[in-house]
């Protein structure tokens, strides 16, 4: 009799423990609180795509910019920054550093990444 109490006892135990941690999942409902007049439209299809960059010509510029370059060139500590060759694949930027003279070179493309120092 014990043992049959025990097994019940245990198969009650992990009724139990599935039926909880079942009803999590189906208790997971969306709430939507609509406040005015009509519902919430979705943004459109280019909401998180950043806004166009334009130079002075008037055109979407796809590569990096000569003045982001100088940017981050500053910000990485050159002082006296001055771009000295743009090619289709890397802007090269000169200027001093804490030793001296040094020389920056980052990827023509859009956000300008650092290829070297």
């Known amino acids: 009799m014990k043992q049959l109490l025990a097994k019940l006892g245990v198969a009650a135990a992990i009724a139990v423990t599935a039926l909880s941690g079942t009803a999590d999942f189906a208790s997971a409902q969306n709430l939507d609180i609509y406040v005015g007049p009509g519902r919430h439209r979705p943004p459109p299809p280019d909401y998180d795509r950043p ?3 334009y ?3 008037g055109y979407d510029r796809r590569g990096c910019d000569p ?3 100088l940017d981050v060139a500053r910000s990485y500590g050159l002082r006296r920054a001055r771009v000295v060759d743009v090619t289709p694949r890397r802007v090269i930027v000169d ?3 804490r ?3 040094d020389t920056m070179m980052f990827a023509n493309v859009r956000g300008c990444p650092l290829l070297g120092r």
Do not use: E, K, N, V
């Open 51 to 53: 806004p166009p960059r």
């Open 55 to 57: 130079d002075r010509r």
């Open 95 to 97: 200027g001093f550093g």
């Open 67 to 69: 003045r982001d370059a």
């Open 99 to 101: 030793r001296g003279p």
